[in-house]
């Protein structure tokens, strides 16, 4: 009989889970982090039932948008306080600089589904500009889980050994009288805009 009973507190107890947006893409990470807020990733979801986690993200500060050198300017969040004047359009990266957690936030509400449960899933998820020491102790000390990274992300080149640069293929050699001309930054930068 007290099988059932632990069934029962397991199907209950609200899960503490870490998920950490560094060089990942805010839109596909919102989709993840609201599949564990409602409770998807539990094998008896009920929509009407709320078996949603607690989901931690750390390092919101560092996500990375698609096509990363326009995206930021060109995808603009809405907001209007319902006076006939006060429409506001900001870019992602207004609201980034502004506040880094806000663009996970806003990403994760519009994946959420606009009903009365959505202002409780959005109190059980925790966003931390910056790595794992900034977030409160009492915070880690639930965490039970982790939930994959949606992308994978690249490594720079000086995280490269020496010899996984020797064993990387070589094209072609350079010439000895070759000269590299000097990239001219300001006509790629008049190209972006």
């Known amino acids: 009989m007290s099988h059932y ?25 919102a989709e993840r982090i609201a599949k564990y807020l409602m409770g998807k990733h539990i094998r008896y979801y009920d929509p009407a039932s709320d078996f949603g986690a607690h989901v931690v993200v750390i390092n919101s500060r560092y996500i990375a948008a698609k096509d990363n050198s326009r995206y930021w300017r060109r995808f603009i969040y809405t907001s209007h306080t319902r006076f006939p004047v006060n429409r506001v359009e900001e870019t992602m990266g207004e609201i980034h600089q502004r506040d880094p957690t806000e663009v996970i936030r806003l990403e994760t509400k519009a ?83």
């Open 5 to 29: 009973r632990v069934l029962q507190w397991r199907a209950f107890a609200k899960e503490w889970l870490i998920y950490d947006a560094f060089m990942q893409c805010p839109m596909l990470s």
């Open 111 to 193: 994946i959420l589904r606009n009903n009365e449960s959505r202002k409780y899933q959005l109190f059980r998820l925790h966003i931390y500009p910056e790595n794992i020491e900034t977030v409160p102790k009492d915070i880690i000390a639930n965490v039970s889980g982790v939930i994959p990274q949606v992308m994978r992300v690249p490594k720079r080149l000086d995280e490269y050994s020496p010899s996984e640069l020797k064993e990387f293929p070589k094209l072609f050699d350079w010439l000895v009288n070759h000269v590299m001309n000097v990239f001219r930054t300001d006509l790629f930068c008049l190209w972006l805009s």
